[in-house]
């Protein structure tokens, strides 16, 4: 079963880039099919999905984000990451990796605990 763990500062200040790992287990980010998500929710603006990175490394964004967020990866970790720059306090959110294992309209099948996101100065 693939399971998934966030990690990263829970604070961050206004204009800086928020840097984001997910760390993946259970299961190889290349299996053929398999896509790692960024998604975030906040009360405002619910659940987000920002964007994902496929088993090939093609990389899709949320349009509202392309600009600011950037995912990689590294295979050799199994690990993913969202860098987010700019941020501001609408930034704000817990934020969640979720694994799609058929293809990226599938459904998210794992999701981490999720990591709370706090930006403040």
């Known amino acids: 079963q693939v399971q998934l763990q966030e990690s990263g500062p829970g604070l961050v200040k206004p204009s800086q880039t928020l840097s984001l790992t997910c760390t993946v287990s259970?299961?190889?980010?290349?299996?053929?099919?398999?896509?790692c998500n960024w998604i975030r929710q906040s009360p405002e603006k619910g659940l987000e999905w920002m964007g994902a990175?496929?088993?090939?490394?093609?990389?899709l964004y949320s349009p509202g984000l392309k600009s600011r967020a950037a995912i990689s990866r590294d295979t050799s970790k199994n690990q993913i990451t969202l860098q987010l720059s700019s941020v501001t306090p609408e930034d704000r959110a817990v934020y969640y990796c979720?694994?799609?294992?058929?293809?990226?309209?599938?459904?998210?099948?794992?999701w981490g605990q999720g990591t709370q996101v706090i930006v403040s100065s």
């Open positions: 979720a694994a799609q294992l058929r293809g990226p309209f599938s459904d998210f099948e794992s």
């Open positions: 259970g299961g190889s980010i290349t299996t053929p099919y398999h896509y």
């Open positions: 990175i496929g088993y090939s490394g093609n990389i």
